[in-house]
C-alpha cells in the first residue's frame, strides 16, 4: 500500500513536471508573439520625411479675360538647426505661374492661418488660391458634394504663392528626437517659419524675387516677429499682408479695459447689420465712425474712473451705448459698463432665441435655451468648418496626388505635448521678454529699417474674434514717424473674420491687392525710399473708407 501511494505520489510529480515543461514554451511563444506585434506596430507608425519630397501638378485658371498656366507642387521642406540635424517637416503647397524661368523675379507671398495651432487649409482653400471652395454671404453650407473650382479671384496674376502649415499642424512634424515644445511659442514658431521661407527661397532660387507674407489671425502676430527675424537674417520683405489682426496680447489681461473699447466698434457694427438700432444710420461705416468715437471720447473716460464714475455720467455713458449697439441701458449698467464678448453674443437677439456667431457676427445660432450667460456654440464655424475640411482632404489627395499615411492635423492643441510659450523676446527690450506678445513692435522696428516695407491691414466690420479696432489701436501705437506711416494702409470690408467667406469682399479684396502689390512691387524699383503702397482713396494716415 505504502509502494502504490509512492508511486502514485511520482507519477503525479512526473505528470506536473510534464505539463509545465509543456507550457513554458506556450509563455515563451506568447512573448515572442507579442514582441512582433510590437515591431510590425512600431514599423508602420506613419512619419514625416526627413527627405523633403515633391509632387507636381498642372491647373489653369482664367483670371480677368486671362488663361493661366501654373504649376501646383505640394511637397515638404526639411528644417535643421545651426548643426545640420534635420528637426522638422514643414508641409507647404506651392503656386506658381508657367512661363516663368527659375531665378524669376516675380513675387512670391507665403500664407498661413493662426490659432495658434491652425493649419493654412482655411486661406487655402477659400482666400486667393487658383481654386477655392465657393461661399455664400452668410448661410450654412450645404453637405457633400461641395462646390469646388477654379477662382476667378486669384492672385495667381501678381504673385506666386506658397501655403505653409505650422510644425504640429497638417502634415507638418518634428524629426527624430525634436520636441513639439521646440515648435510651441511665440519665438520658436516664428524661427521655424524663417527657417520654411529661407529653405524655400533656397530651394527654388527666389532670393531676388520680390517676398510678401500674408498672415490670418494668429498668423498676424507670426507676421510681426517673422518680418523682423527674416530681416535679421537677410531677407528684407516687400510687404506684409495683415488679416484679421491680433499683434497683441496684452490687453486681454483680466481688469485692463481696453478689450471693451477695441470692441464696441464692431458691436455697434453688429447691431447695425442685425437691425437692433432705433435711428439705423443708411451704411455700416457711419455707425462704425460714431462708435470709434465714442470709445476714444465719453467710455474710454468713463472707464478710466472705475467704480468711482458718479451716476448722470454713468447713466449718460450706458444710454449712449445703447443706441450704438442695441443692448438695454439697464442691462448695460448692471454690466458695469463692460460688455463682455459672450454676453453681447447671448444678449443682442436674446428675444428672438438667437445667438450671434464669434468670427462672423452676421451668423445666428440657436441654443437649447435662451437663458444663458453665452452662446453654446460658434454659428460662424460649424457652418463651414465641415465644407473646406472635406474639400481640403480630397483636393491634396486626389487632385494634387500627396500620399500619406499621416493624418492631416486640424489643430496642434488636440495632439501630446501641446503648450504654448506666449514669452516674447522683442527687439529693443535688452533681452527683457514680454509676457504677453505684442510683435507690432517688432513689426515696427522692421519698418524703420526697411523704408520699403509696406504694410496693408485688412478687416471685417462683423469680426467677433479680432476687432478691427484693436488692429487700429495696436497698429497705431508702432510709434512710426511719418514717413513710415505712409507706408501703412487700412481695408474694411463687409464680413468677418474670414472676410474671402464673403464673394463681394473677395472680389473687392483682390481689387486692392492688386493696386497694393503694384504700388509695393514699383517702389523698391524705385532710386528713392517710397511714399507708401497706399491704396487708392486712402487718407492721411493711411486709413481707407468704404
Partial sequence: MARSTKFAALLLLSLSTTAIAQDAPKKEKSESNADRMKAEAEADYANAPVAEQEVKSK??????????????????LTLRDTEGKPTASMFYTGYTLDGVKPGTKRPVTFFYNGGPGSPSFWLHMGSFAPVRLRTANPEYIKPAPYDFGPNPDTLLDKTDMVFIDAVGTGYSRPLGDTKPSAFYGVDEDADAFA????????????????????????????????????????????????????????????????????????????????????????????????ARAFATGPYAAALSKGQTIPDAERDAVANRMSQLIGISPDFIKRANLRIDLARFQKELLRDQRLTLGRFDSRYTGVDSDAAGERPETDASDTAIAGAFIATFNDYVTHTLGYKTEMPYRLSARDAPGWTWNWKHDAPGRGGQSQNNPNTAVD????????????????????????????????????????????????????????????????HQMKADLSRWYDVAVGEARSATPPGGASVSGADGAGRVPN
Avoid at 485658371?61 to 488663361?67: A, E
Avoid at 523704408?451 to 479680432?466: E, I, K, Q, R
Fill in 59 to 76: 491647373g489653369r485658371v482664367t483670371v480677368g479675360g486671362r488663361s493661366l498656366g501654373y504649376t501646383a507642387t505640394v511637397g515638404t
Fill in 195 to 290: 527657417k520654411g521661407i529661407l529653405r524655400y527661397a533656397t530651394k527654388y532660387g527666389r532670393w531676388n524675387s520680390p517676398k510678401f507674407l500674408f498672415g490670418e489671425s494668429y498668423g498676424t502676430t507670426r507676421s510681426g516677429a517673422l518680418a523682423y527675424q527674416l530681416q535679421d537674417r537677410g531677407m528684407a520683405l516687400n510687404g506684409v499682408v495683415l488679416l484679421s489682426s491680433i499683434m497683441n496680447y496684452g490687453y486681454r489681461q483680466p481688469g485692463l479695459d481696453e478689450i471693451y473699447l477695441n470692441y464696441l466698434p464692431s458691436y455697434a457694427a453688429s447691431a447695425w447689420y442685425h437691425n437692433r438700432l432705433q435711428n439705423r444710420p443708411a451704411d455700416v461705416a457711419t455707425i462704425v465712425a460714431e
Fill in 443 to 506: 513689426l515696427a522696428a522692421a519698418m524703420r529699417e526697411n523704408p520699403y516695407l509696406n504694410v496693408l491691414s485688412m478687416n471685417g466690420y462683423y469680426d467677433m474674434a479680432t476687432p478691427f479696432f484693436g488692429t487700429e489701436n495696436d497698429l497705431g501705437h508702432m510709434m512710426l514717424d511719418p514717413s513710415r506711416q505712409r507706408n501703412l494702409a487700412y481695408r474694411y470690408y463687409p464680413a468677418g473674420h474670414m472676410t474671402y467667406l464673403n464673394p463681394e469682399a473677395l
